[in-house]
């Protein structure tokens, strides 16, 4: 898939990528989409969130998460508060920490709840992409927050990128559970 370079298409292709998420959701039975993850040891899942995520509801609310760490960040440096979009005191070397934060504040979150959450936010941050012209989106020095980065990356890496990563581990959730 192609990085979109319209205001158009960076809106399609991020409904389209959640669409999928969902309709691979709505595909699994009740009892598919409430058990837990059993992903086994396997050498190329060495990545932490492998462990971290034990169920759907711990990936949706990761997203949801992420999806408000972006319209705050946004909402704040519109508002003149120029900050970054990973809150203190975490890094891009510590985001990790933040996720098991946020994966630890959603253990009591229903199933039902974080897919009513998840499609929220992403209609708020969708709604969020639309308020920006094409320029503003696109070029990378629109705006001295997004250190020389266009905005649009951001918007990706919280949509269309992040989706794709749950995916990934909905269809392993999938075939796994299925294969038992």
Not at 65 to 71: A, D, I, K, P, S
Not at 74 to 88: D, H, I, T
Not at 137 to 143: E, R, T, V
Request: charged share 25%; glycine share 4%; with cysteine.
């Amino acid at each position: 898939m192609s990085n979109p370079t319209t205001k158009p298409d960076l809106i399609q292709t991020a409904n389209e990528q959640f669409e999928k998420m969902r309709t691979l959701i709505e595909s699994m039975t009740d009892e598919e989409q409430n058990a837990s993850f059993h992903f086994g040891e396997s050498a190329d899942r060495k990545d932490a969130h492998w462990a971290r995520d034990h169920n759907l509801r711990d990936v949706l609310t990761h997203l949801y998460e992420w999806h408000q760490l972006l319209l705050s960040w946004v909402k704040a440096n519109r508002s003149g508060e120029e900050r970054p979009l990973l809150p203190a005191p975490y890094t891009w070397e510590s985001y990790g920490d933040m996720n098991v934060e946020f994966w630890k504040k959603h253990q009591g979150t229903p199933y039902g709840q974080s897919k009513e959450m998840v499609n929220e936010s992403h209609s708020n941050v969708m709604a969020l992409i639309d308020t920006f012209s094409k320029d503003e989106l696109f070029s990378p020095n629109s705006f001295s927050w997004t250190d020389g980065s266009a905005l649009d990356s951001y918007c990706m890496a919280n949509t269309t990128d992040h989706y794709a990563w749950a995916m990934e581990k909905i269809k392993l959730h999938i075939k796994t559970i299925r294969q038992t």
